[in-house]
């Protein structure tokens, strides 16, 4: 049982505008959400993050919302530039449970065209 | 921002023999590290749970004889392949958090292991 899903393997978005990339979640006791970015032969590098008391939190380009309700969130990276090309992972964790771990998604592939 | 330093980024072995990938946390302590799995195409797959100074908390379906896992400091833990096969080739990543807290893990840079 899958509880994190990225539910699109890939997408692609002419450089300048807008990518929404897009994560579910099935755990109502997530309460934190992270946004990974993973080259090939790489370990993810963080972007940002979000706790379950906002719904919103914006780091310069990167923008993530989250829909407690829909258990839904989502990263907005505008404009989009051809280095953001990458596999990003959305990730979850329940703080409550003491061990911190970490849930991923399957990621999604975003190619920026130039 | 924190490092996580993972060696060796890549490395080849014979099928039988044992691989050591080492996870060490430069700028902070981690009590916990965790080690992922990736498969081609494929998300992580988190390993196992390293606790410093104890066992390590292997998720279902990983051998816990096969993927030794030894947390013996507050900044360094090892997973060791042992009698590796073919089909144990895959990218390795190590994850650390700082002690206490809820907030971003940060990633080593993985390891390619190709078992021939």
């Known amino acids: 049982d899958q509880q994190v899903k990225q539910n699109s393997p890939s997408l692609s978005v002419q450089e300048g505008r807008i990518s929404i990339l897009n994560c579910d979640y099935t755990?109502?006791?997530?309460?934190?959400f992270l946004w990974y970015k993973k080259y090939p032969a790489e370990g993810p590098t963080f972007l940002i993050s979000i706790s379950s008391i906002k719904d919103k939190n914006e780091d310069g380009r990167f923008t993530v919302f989250l829909n407690k309700s829909a258990k839904h969130l989502s990263l907005h990276i505008v404009p989009s530039q051809p280095g953001d090309s990458a596999v990003y992972f959305c990730a979850a964790s329940d703080s409550g449970a003491g061990s911190y771990q970490l849930t991923f998604g399957k990621g999604t592939k975003l190619s920026v065209i130039p | 921002g924190a490092v996580v330093s993972q060696h060796p980024s890549r490395v080849i072995c014979k099928s039988g023999t044992s691989v050591k990938i080492e996870c060490r946390s430069l700028d902070f302590q981690a009590t916990t590290m965790f080690w992922y799995r990736q498969f081609p195409k494929q998300s992580l797959m988190l390993m196992a749970t390293s606790n410093e100074g104890s066992k390590a908390t292997y998720e279902q379906g990983v051998e816990k004889d096969k993927f030794l896992i030894n947390h013996a400091s507050l900044t360094l833990s090892t997973l060791t392949v042992t009698s590796a096969h073919p089909e144990d080739s895959s990218f390795y990543i190590c994850?650390?958090?700082?002690?206490?807290?809820?907030?971003?893990?940060?990633f080593g840079q993985g390891t390619r292991l190709t078992v021939v």
């Open positions: 755990n109502s006791m997530f309460d934190y």
């Open positions: 994850s650390a958090r700082r002690t206490g807290t809820n907030t971003e893990a940060f």
